[in-house]
Nanobody, 123 residues
Framework: VQLQASGGGLVQAGGSLRLSCVAS????????MGWFRQAPGKEREFVAA????????SYADSVKDRFTISRNNAENTVYLHMNRLQPEDTAIYYC?????????????????WGQGTQVTVSS
């Protein structure tokens, strides 16, 4: 199973980006998907998650009301729409596929991980 994340880049504070994560080797249908991030010198942290049917989501407090997670099971893709980006959002963003269908925020519940995409927000 491979997860390919893309869409990162350099953006000014207040700007927007949309991250995509395409899965191959296994359908994402039936499994929760999540986004995590890791900033330099910091531990990996939960950002957002969505359940298998898209009717339940969870967000870290730091991104709530700015980021939106969505998925397209037919295209085996999950997205992270990021608005009003701030310098503290700078990190490598990783998508992950859970081992269950319901929303989970713990990294331990995610079985497959992508390689990450860099997001840099300048002030």
């Amino acid at each position: 199973v491979q997860l390919q994340a893309s869409g990162g880049g350099l953006v000014q504070a207040g700007g927007s980006l949309r991250l995509s994560c395409v899965a191959s080797g296994r359908t994402i249908a039936g499994y929760a998907m999540g986004w995590f991030r890791q900033a330099p010198g910091k531990e990996r942290e939960f950002v957002a998650a969505i359940n298998w049917s898209s009717d339940s989501t969870s967000y870290a407090d730091s991104v709530k009301d700015r980021f939106t997670i969505s998925r397209n099971n037919a295209e085996n893709t999950v997205y992270l729409h990021m608005n009003r980006l701030q310098p503290e959002d700078t990190a490598i963003y990783y998508c992950a596929s859970a081992s269950i269908g319901s929303v989970v925020v713990s990294a331990r519940m995610y079985k497959y991980w992508g390689q990450g995409t860099q997001v840099t927000v300048s002030s």
